[in-house]
């Protein structure tokens, strides 16, 4: 079954090798944008309904939860995860924990459809053999932000981050190594996945506040999911 919201057709298992019949529209394409970050724009566009189903299936185990920071405020994305270890914070800090908090209770295994992806997401990349145990969702109501940051509560950042994006586009801030960089916007589009490693493992980066919208697939929310191997 199509899914309405297919504005290409394509054909076989790896969208970033495959011709559109309508190179106007949403063309798979690999776009290189700093030294170890590339965007790979409509990557994964045709699998995004089994993406999104299988982050509901998540998110009937382990709920979406609006985690509070270190600092006191609470985040206004709201989270969830799957894998060995999730990505959780609360007054006395980030950590990866193997149990939700929630329901103290292994968070759900990560999904094939959303391993796979992350692994020929990070290939297409340059990043062969990702074996990611930490799978965050990020879910975006219309407002919602993420403030500048590193990812670096990983042990070891020789495995890079893979991020995909559903629903509501983005505005991506994509910063440097320093924090005093002002960064780049990007924008990023439903079905499109970023992949940071190498020597930009460690850049800044946040999302802007997500603007007013709906999408077919998400109704009034922009899913983000990131692959780490945490530990
Ligand atoms: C993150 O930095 O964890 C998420 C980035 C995004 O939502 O695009
Ligand atoms: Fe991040």
Redesign the pocket.
């Known amino acids: 079954m199509r899914s309405s919201n297919h504005n290409h057709e394509t054909e076989g298992h790896n969208p970033a090798a495959e011709v559109s019949l309508f190179p106007e529209l949403t063309p798979p394409s690999i776009e290189s944008l700093a030294e170890g970050v590339t965007l790979l724009r409509a990557f994964c566009l045709d699998q995004a309904p089994a993406l999104f189903e299988a982050v509901s299936s998540i998110e009937t185990t382990s709920p979406f939860r609006h985690m509070v920071v270190p600092a006191g405020h609470t985040m206004s994305v709201a989270m969830t995860n799957a894998g060995e270890l999730g990505w959780t914070t609360d007054r006395t800090g980030y950590r990866y924990s193997p149990i939700d908090p929630a329901n103290d209770r292994p968070w759900p295994a990560i999904p094939a459809v959303l391993l796979d992806l992350a692994q020929s997401a990070a290939a297409g990349a340059g990043f062969p053999g990702f074996t990611p145990n930490s799978c965050?969702i990020?879910r975006?109501a219309i407002g919602a932000r993420?403030s500048l940051?590193q990812?670096k509560n990983e042990q070891d950042y020789g495995h890079p981050i893979v991020?995909v994006?559903l629903g509501l586009p983005?505005t991506?801030l994509l910063g440097t190594l320093r924090r005093t960089d002002t960064p780049r916007r990007i924008r990023?589009e439903h079905g499109d996945v970023?992949v940071w490693g190498g020597p930009a493992r460690l850049v800044y980066?946040?999302?802007a506040p997500i603007a007013q919208g709906g999408h077919p697939l998400t109704g009034p929310f922009r899913i983000?999911i990131?692959f780490r191997r945490a530990r």
């Open positions: 965050l990020n975006y993420l940051h990812d991020s994006s983005a991506f990023i970023l980066h946040g999302v983000n990131t």
